[in-house]
């Protein structure tokens, strides 16, 4: 078997949404989906068990943290990332990119690689494209990326435009060294990522120059960085005709429930963002309605669950009032339920948008999801 195939099962006839396929070794992985974030080979609060529970397909893990600690060699020593975590499903590495730089102290970089400090200890790391495929490779993921260049916001046309010339290089290198590095019989897929911060015509620059590479896959880097939600809107609506129709697109770091609904209908398949493990453990769940800040007050005597449409553990089983009292006493529990939570609600919006593509009401669920979210979250404190 090839090492990822990807088809459309169903296109919404009104939107670009799309239901699909997406097939690797380890198993089938159904569209639109979000993918918990595994940063350093653990979901936040979350057991594996408890994942596939939730109904997790495929998990994210980090590959400059990893490298950092415990190191690629020790974990492919233990059998690679899903023998040494215990996770049976899909994992997706990301190159370490987005983190060089936004977490490391930068000393030099060039069209060699990047030059900096780790961000634990200040030792000096020299990261290339070469080095990401061969931690990724060690780490053994069913889906690698490329190593790119992330640029922040706001960011000038001119950075922008260096940024996006380079990660083409690296997209290269990255095919060149991902190549030699599955002769050993691996089967790993490589993505691409397409930058260009919110400038339109270089995005379908950067995307003209990955598109003959031939990439199983293309990712949107470089959004959801502090940019307001139109702006990205307006780079997905632009990249939307270019991109292959029979690839799956992952829009990298997007984690709101408003986002992935708009993303869907521009035509994405994938998704990751560490926000609602980060949001769980700091008492800020999603709910039908827009988020809510358990720790609020007036949660104190409310013995409803988070979300009485949600079908996870903590709403089945506990109100809001006992969450907010493990919030308020410092019990771990409290991050767990909400993180619980939070993880199933995006996992479900992905099935609930799935369904609605293949029976052909995804318009008038949109309208409805997007109508209602955001009504009761308005203005709340943590009083």
Known sequence: MTALSFTIDALCPVTGARAGTLRTPRGEVRTPLFMPVGTQGTVKAMAPFELEEIGSQIILANTYHLALRPGASLVREAGGLHAFMQWPKNILTDSGGFQVF??????????????????LDGASLFMSPEWAMEVQHNLGSDIAMAFDQCTPYPCTREAAAEAVRRTSLWAARSQVAHKR?????????LFGIVQGSVYEDLRLRSASELLPMDFPGYAIGGLSVGEPSDEMYRILDALAPVLPNAKPRYLMGVGRPDNLVEGVRRGVDMFDCVLPTRNGRNGTVFTARGPINIKNSRYERDFSPLDPDCDCYACRTFSKAYIRHLYRTGEILSSRLCSWHNLRFLIRLGERMRHAILSGSFPAFMADFLGRYGESGKGEGER
């Open 102 to 119: 936004s977490l490391a102290t930068l000393n030099d970089i060039s069209d060699e690689g990047v030059r900096c400090r780790s961000h």
């Open 181 to 189: 590095l599955q002769g050993d019989g691996h089967d790993q897929a």
